[in-house]
């Protein structure tokens, strides 16, 4: 780590990493980017300076050592089975019992694992909200439409659940009508789960969905290390909200993140869906 | 309610309502089934007594009129949205904005609402359990196989997680690996959400599979009104374990149903699952 060094990017797939390396450009940061195969976007992949395979934790500790980054940011690679496979890489580096031991030990941990295993080695890891505080959700974000009596129930249901989930090792987001749960997210994702009431209101009678409605609630955890799988919504989140019938989204302020913030109101004003950010009791209070 | 009328069977879709008369025959009972067309399986409807469509609560309740049961169970129509359609049969009696409201409570309150309807034409609703007590999983269920260290520890984590989840409307199980929650259960189903994590692990890397095995945890919820929706597992939940890779799977005891115990324990040790009950901290202690 050298304190007028780049910042390195390491990048999955999606377009956080995209949004994330144009920023650092429009404000003129150094940086560097590093790919990994297979996940990457095509587009960033253009813009990489170093690609690597998922498993080769060897490579990926070398490149970082010649960059001598004064931060590294891990972004994009939220694909949860991705990160597992990237710390099956571990067996590169120690025992295989351990590795087992870590990729039994779940999500969460797998991910603290990572930022520990660059710690350990030296470098500064970073959230992108740290980066691109443009990105993190401001408590004023809000769409054309109010979020109604019902919706502001499922909301209030929705953050009481994901609080009590907190202690447990699984999804940042739920799906709520009024006090019905539709979904817990599990590692499917959000699009995944999204998908799922999808499926389950075309399969039944139609009735529910009508008189429903329902409400994404997206929310970092209790104590949830923002700098790793940091909650995430853009235009395609309200595109499939809306196909699976909900009636709005709401997200934690400061510390959820919006790509493409003036698309996803967009999308949500033009799709009649309701789009807020809510502050989170569990939160340091977020200052906009 | 008269003190010598039969038992009324109010019979959806699957085993249960079939094995809960089978039960009554050997025992002598008196009964009368009434079935929902479309929902109970063709070998109950021969034998049932009468037939009304879900939505039409009129017939419903003149035939338990005529029958005078001493008391009546609901019983198989756990497929939810059947319920819930029976209850938009509230329209026959009730006026429409009641019917919604009732409707956008979800599902605890729509089933408490039956039994609540039932309850006010005077008749005393019971649960399977009550009827056929060895339906119930006794503490000492257990098959050949027990569970590891790490399937007690996933076993744990779950029953702490549905207590979590005791006070929200949603599922009655959750499958979780060591720590790790792979799934909740929403009005999708125990079978849906088998399935769910059979297709996750499917689609990626196989890597967590074999690591990880995992146990299905379902038990009823802190304060449960058991009369409706118990928990119930059988052969196909069995089956449908195994093919989305667990280990095992714990049930609450002495608050569960198990179809076909006999088959169910042979077609865990056949397919090399473990299956326990364990006992609920938050319900009453069970005896044998």
Same mark, same amino acid.
């Given at each position: 780590m050298?304190a ?5 990017i390491?990048?999955?797939s ?13 404000? =003129? ?18 813009r990489?300076?170093? &690609? ?11 490149v ?6 004064r931060?590294v940011s891990?972004v994009?690679?939220?694909r +949860? ?5 990237l710390?099956?890489a571990?067996?590169?580096? +120690? ?16 991910? +603290?694992?990572a930022?520990m ?7 500064? *890891? *970073?959230?992108a909200?740290?980066?691109?505080p =443009?990105? *993190? ?20 249901? /929705? ?7 907190s202690?447990?090792?699984? /999804? ?10 539709l ?7 959000t ?6 009431v ?11 969905r ?8 997206? #929310? #970092?955890k ?14 395609? &989140?309200?595109?499939e909200?809306?196909?699976a019938?909900?009636?709005g ?8 993140l *919006? ?7 967009? &999308?949500?004003d ?19």
């Amino acid at each position: 780590m050298k304190a007028d060094g780049p910042i390195a990017i390491i990048a999955g797939s999606g377009q956080l990493p995209i949004q994330l390396v144009e920023h650092l450009e429009r404000t =003129g940061q150094d940086y560097r980017v590093l790919a990994f195969r297979g996940f990457a976007a095509p587009e960033l992949r253009r813009r990489a300076h170093a &690609t690597a395979d998922l498993l080769d934790l060897k490579t990926i500790m070398n490149v970082l050592e010649g960059w001598q980054p004064r931060a590294v940011s891990l972004v994009g690679a939220v694909r +949860r089975p991705g990160f597992s496979a990237l710390l099956g890489a571990y067996s590169l580096l +120690r025992n295989m019992h351990e590795v087992k031991e870590v990729i039994a030990r779940g999500d969460d941990q797998v991910l +603290r694992g990572a930022v520990m295993l660059l710690e350990e080695r030296g470098h500064r *890891v *970073v959230g992108a909200h740290e980066l691109a505080p =443009g990105l *993190v959700a401001p408590s004023s974000l809000c769409g054309k439409l109010a979020p109604l009596d019902h919706d502001r129930q499922a909301i209030s249901v /929705g953050l009481d659940l994901l609080n009590a989930l907190s202690a447990f090792d699984i /999804g940042q987001a739920a799906i709520v009508a009024r006090e019905h749960v539709l979904a817990v997210e599990g590692p499917e994702g959000t699009d995944g789960m999204l998908r799922r009431v999808r499926r389950m209101r075309q399969s039944w009678l139609g009735l529910r969905r009508r008189e429903e409605g329902g409400v994404l609630i997206k #929310a #970092a955890k209790r104590g949830q290390d923002l700098r790793v799988d940091m909650p995430t919504i853009g235009p395609k &989140t309200v595109l499939e909200a809306e196909q699976a019938g909900l009636s709005g989204i709401a997200v934690g302020a400061g510390s959820t993140l *919006v790509l493409d913030q003036d698309e996803t109101l967009a &999308t949500a004003d033009r799709l009649g869906l309701f789009l807020v950010a809510v502050d989170l009791p569990w939160m340091e209070p977020h200052h906009d």
